[in-house]
Structure formats: C-alpha cells, structure tokens
C-alpha cells in the first residue's frame, strides 16, 4: 500500500479497541510506524459495538491537513 499512495495520499486501517485489544492497538501502530513517516490511532464511537467505539491506524508519507476543524495529521510518539 506505501508504494500506491499518492503524494498526500493516507492509509487507512482498522486496528481494534484500547478497551479490548490494547496489544493488538500498540502492535498496529507500531508496525504502522515502522513501515510509514506518520501514523496515528484513531477512534470513532460506534453504539453497536461492544465497547462502543471501534479504533483506527492512519498513516501516510508526509503530514497532511485533515477535516474541517483543521487539524494536522502529524507523527504520533512511538509507541515502545
């Protein structure tokens, strides 16, 4: 997927609850920061699931601007 994203581009995917799956959280963004210059984890309430939120890596090539509220997409600390 880092070879197919376009400049600016961001890969997106799902990676478990803190409520959950803390270890499965660490190890996916671990990985994710291995492999990409920025990542960070992400999470969206979903009242269907069993904790109530569902959880997300976000990583690109370079910091990218997202959403309306303007927030920079920037590399989160390593998580070791």
Excluded at 21 to 37: C, E
Excluded at 40 to 59: L, R, S, W
Aim: glycine letters at 10%; hydrophobic letters at 40%.
């Amino acid at each position: 997927m880092r070879n197919a994203l376009k400049p600016g581009g961001i890969v997106c995917s799902q990676a478990g609850t803190a409520w959950a799956n803390l270890d499965i959280v660490k190890n996916t963004l671990k990985i994710a920061h291995h492999l990409y210059p920025v990542a960070e984890y992400a999470v969206c309430n979903v009242p269907t699931y069993p904790t109530g939120q569902i959880g997300f890596v976000i990583a690109g090539l370079s910091q990218v601007r997202c959403g309306s509220v303007g927030k920079d997409f920037v590399m989160s600390s390593n998580p070791d």
